[in-house]
């Protein structure tokens, strides 16, 4: 059994943050575990408020799980301050996992704000250059890059700017651009385009969690970079073909349709 470990921001209504990276791992097959960063109360509609974790607890989590048991790959979500990000980097600094994929939370799907505006230097100066794969959003490309995007050609452009603040591989999430949906991942040598079929749901909450989480899993079962995306975009494109509604604006995706029955939904 492999093990992965999300450091994260908490979702209470379970379908973004270490909730919905538990259940990745879990749907991947590897042992999920979570180190607490924020308590953020949202639900799919909206953030209504954050209760930022003490940096010795998140610290002290983190020892907890490194001193005693195995990490296969790390996944690192919401670290909505400098200073957390700063506790953050200096812990995988110290441990060293072989796999850090670096989800650079700033929005929740829902528009609100989940990275506070002084903390973007910390982000690039602490986070990305310790990232085996960092994997913005379109929006998130855009401030951490400095590029415009509105087609393929400008993510490639952003990937670029993104790979030279010290990531070491970059993963442009296409989002809504395209009429595919479409990401761009960048070694520092070559692209590759993922394209899988754009699905018409509400159901969106938590993709962004979802897909690095998966790609974090893939990634310690064996799965090269390229692969693990693949794999990991597959895993997504099912789990929000197979979703369904937990309120009146949509839901999360469905981690577990693979399991689940759905003729009772």
């Known amino acids: 059994m492999k093990n992965c470990l999300s450091i994260a921001g908490s ?8 909730q919905a990276d538990l259940k990745a791992f879990s749907a991947m097959g590897v042992y999920g575990m979570s180190v607490v960063t924020s308590v953020v109360a949202e ?30 790959g790390v996944k690192v979500g919401m670290l909505s301050n400098s200073l957390i990000m700063k ?54 490309a855009k401030v951490l890059s400095g590029v415009e995007i509105s087609n393929v050609e400008d993510m490639k452009k952003a990937a670029e700017k993104i790979y030279k603040l010290g990531a070491k591989n970059v993963l442009v999430k296409g989002g809504h651009l395209t009429q ?32 690095s989480s998966a790609i974090t899993a893939r990634l310690a079962l064996g799965d090269d970079i390229i692969t693990a995306v693949h794999n990991a975009k597959i895993y ?13 604006d949509g839901g999360p995706v469905n981690h577990f349709y693979d399991y689940y029955n759905m003729k009772g939904f």
């Not at 209470?12 to 943050?17: E, I, L, Q």
């Not at 799919?44 to 296969?72: E, G, K, L, T």
């Not at 997504?236 to 009146?248: H, M, V, Y």
């Open 236 to 248: 997504l494109t099912q789990a929000i073909r197979n979703s369904f509604s937990i309120c009146k």
């Open 87 to 140: 506790t953050v980097a200096e812990k995988l600094r110290e441990y060293k996992p072989k796999f850090a994929v670096i989800d650079p939370v700033m929005v929740a799907t829902s528009g609100g704000v989940l990275l506070k505006s002084d903390s973007l230097d910390a982000l690039v100066e602490e986070i990305i250059p310790l990232s085996y794969l960092l994997t913005p959003n379109i929006a998130e």
């Open 180 to 211: 595919e949906a479409t990401d761009i991942l960048y070694d520092g040598k070559e692209f590759y385009s993922f394209s899988h079929e754009r699905i018409k749901s509400k159901n969106t909450h938590g993709t962004g969690c979802t897909l």
């Open 43 to 72: 639900n799919p509609s909206r953030v209504i408020s954050i209760q930022d974790i003490d940096c010795q607890i998140i610290a002290d989590q983190i020892d907890a799980i490194f001193q005693d048991i195995q990490v296969h």
């Open 11 to 18: 979702d209470c209504s379970g379908g973004a943050g270490i």
